[in-house]
């Protein structure tokens, strides 16, 4: 798969070994969220771990780390891209009221690429399955508390 082959241009082998402390500290900061940041996010998260890192070096290096197949890029339309520390394919649930992002896996995902593949006469590389809605938490509330936003922004 080209994926892999992407992944493999740069083998500084799999780790942070040949990294520039910049990229070790994004790289640590994607790794250890369990969110899927923005480039803002692991920046303001970045700057605690290297006061002097600047946003254009975080963004090249998300960059890079993508491009060394170290972190995934999650893009919804016109929405900021968030930053997957998982890197292996796997489905979205995206929550339309307060924005939580929470990764799962469907075995049938894989047979949906192929429908879609057939229907689109793609050749297929991946596909990603995003469902859109209500998360437990706020499908919990009362519709009246979460006034009329299900646009509302975190
Ligand atoms: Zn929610
Ligand atoms: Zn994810």
């Known amino acids: 798969m080209t994926l892999d082959k992407k992944a493999r241009r740069r083998s500084d082998g799999d780790g942070s070994g040949g990294l520039t402390p910049q990229r070790r500290a994004v790289l640590r900061v994607v790794r250890e969220s369990d969110g899927h940041l923005t480039a803002a996010e692991i920046f303001a998260a970045a700057q605690k771990l290297l006061p002097k890192i600047s946003y254009a070096t975080v963004y090249n290096s998300l960059r890079y780390l993508k ?20 890197t292996a394919r796997h ?28 229907r689109s006469r793609f ?32």
């Open 91 to 118: 489905d979205h649930a995206v929550c339309t009221a307060c924005g939580k992002l929470l990764d799962f896996d469907l075995a049938e995902t894989l047979g949906l690429m192929k429908l879609a593949a057939r």
């Open 67 to 86: 491009e060394a197949g170290l972190l995934g890029e999650i893009t919804f339309g016109n929405a900021a891209s968030r930053y997957d520390r998982e």
């Open 123 to 154: 050749k297929p590389a991946s596909i990603h399955l995003t469902l859109v809605g209500l998360c437990p938490d706020c499908s919990d509330q009362p519709a009246a508390s979460r006034g009329s936003g299900v646009r509302r922004k975190r």
